[in-house]
């Protein structure tokens, strides 16, 4: 390539989308392309957009016009869930050059260097999500990070109410495990020590294999893997943490002790309505489990509120289950409506004045949950072992293996490092250790 071309690749949504950004950036560097911050003006910009709700969409939209504004002139490909759902509003967008589905994202870097060079695209980059194969990327180096995400699967055929994603993201795909274990063996070359398995729906990872090859199956391969010190997953759903899941990645020493937990509602009765795999009593049982086989385990989890139909009642059920159940951190969303959904159709829509009031709770009760969690954690005057990550002339920050935040005063950059560390005090939001010498 003659002239140096200059890229943005900018990311909305979740783990998978920031996998597959990682690989698009990656490709545009093998090939001299030289990868700047999207408040930069670039050649090219490669928006990976998100559509879980309906500010995910407005965000979508807004970013795109923000960067063809920063230079009217560049190509602009829009590509992920926003793309797939509304792909003509993509296109109405004046500046846009291309808009390409979810299951041709292996072909954006290519594409990319035809547009940058203004040759002719002869090819149809529409994206047919609901046939072919995993749409297999490897992105080997985890772009400076001391944790690498690897996307295991694609798609969900959960088809809950609310969720418009099965329709951006298609029926279940895995990627093969030689694949997966191969760039698992290539991120712990690159000295990379955590690795997350992660997907549309983690759990239904093999689900579309003919073998019984599964998820427990792929993380014990992981585990055995020289060089990597941790191993964590993306959101599992309860039904998933069955007894016979949780018994084969018990004895898994590498398997970190912090579980996100795609709860979305803690009242049988809105479970039900939203179209979920499970009530509140197998989610229960299956959380006692989980918390009895590993020891001092930290969940995280997603909750929705005010979904059609929930009652005072209902909300109250979910509040006084996420209070008992003292999870570290809560993804708190109102509920969104999502046209060609089935709760987009359901009476009982509730006003958005009552989300609000209901998601305010919620957040005060995270926030005093939290910080109970992280004084009983100082209290324990225990050693911790700390993987850091970042730096910020300060303070060294890392995550403990149950995912608790840590900041250690350090005159040095030290990510990438595991070193054993004292609490010491914590402001609620991190736990705050000294270096043991």
């Known amino acids: ?12 949504g979740c783990r998978v989308n920031q996998y597959e950004s990682d690989y698009i950036m990656n490709e545009l560097v093998k090939n001299g392309v030289a990868i700047l911050k999207g408040s930069d003006a670039c050649d090219l910009y490669v928006i990976n957009t998100c559509s879980v709700t309906a500010e995910s969409d407005r ?13 009217p002139n560049a190509k602009v490909i829009v590509t992920g869930c926003y ?23 292996s072909k954006i870097p290519e594409i990319a260097l035809s547009l940058l060079k203004n040759e002719k695209l ?38 809950c109410a609310y969720c418009i994603i099965p329709y951006a993201r298609g029926s279940v795909r895995s990627a093969m ?6 760039e698992v063996k ?14 549309i729906e983690t759990a239904s990872y093999g689900k579309d294999f003919k073998n019984g090859y599964s998820l427990a199956d792929l993380m014990a391969e992981a585990n055995k893997i020289d060089g990597i010190k941790r191993i964590r997953l993306g959101s599992l759903d309860p039904s998933a943490i069955t007894k016979d899941f949780v018994d084969k990645i018990k004895g898994l020493d590498k398997v970190m002790p912090h579980f996100h937990i795609s709860m979305q509602s803690g009242c049988t009765k809105t479970l039900n309505s939203m179209k979920r795999k499970y009530n509140i009593e197998m989610a229960q049982r299956n959380i006692d489990y989980l918390k009895e086989a590993f020891p001092n385990v930290m969940l995280s989890c997603d909750i929705i509120t005010g979904f059609p139909g929930e009652t005072d009642e209902d909300f109250d059920k979910t509040y006084d289950f996420l209070k008992s159940q003292r999870f570290l951190h809560m993804h708190l969303f109102p509920y969104s409506k999502r046209q060609g959904t089935l709760a987009a159709t359901m009476k009982e829509q509730v006003p958005e004045n009552i989300k609000k009031e209901r998601l305010h709770l919620l957040e005060s009760l995270e926030k005093e949950i939290k910080t109970s969690l992280l004084n009983d954690y100082v209290k324990n005057n225990k050693c911790i072992e700390v993987l850091f990550e970042t730096f910020d002339g300060e303070y060294a920050l890392g995550h403990t293996p149950n995912f608790i935040e840590v900041k250690v005063p350090c005159d040095k950059k030290i990510s990438g490092e595991i070193r054993y560390v004292k609490p010491t005090h914590t402001d609620g939001e991190y736990v705050f250790a000294e270096f043991i010498k």
């Open 186 to 199: 290539e991120i712990a070359k690159k000295g990379c020590l955590e690795v997350v398995l992660t997907g």
């Open 59 to 71: 965000k979508s939209r807004q970013l795109i016009r923000r960067c063809i504004q920063k230079n």
């Open 177 to 182: 495990p030689e694949n997966v274990i191969n």
């Open 1 to 12: 390539m003659d002239k140096k071309f200059t890229a943005s690749v900018i990311t909305l």
């Open 122 to 159: 002869c090819c149809d980059y529409s994206s047919d999500i609901y046939s072919g194969s995993f749409d297999n990327m490897m992105v080997g180096a985890p772009l400076k990070r001391t944790r690498a995400f690897i996307k295991i699967q694609d798609g969900c055929d959960s088809k």
């Open 83 to 105: 793309s797939q759902i509304s792909p003509d509003q993509a296109k109405e967008i004046n500046g846009v050059s291309l808009v390409i589905g979810n299951n041709a994202k």
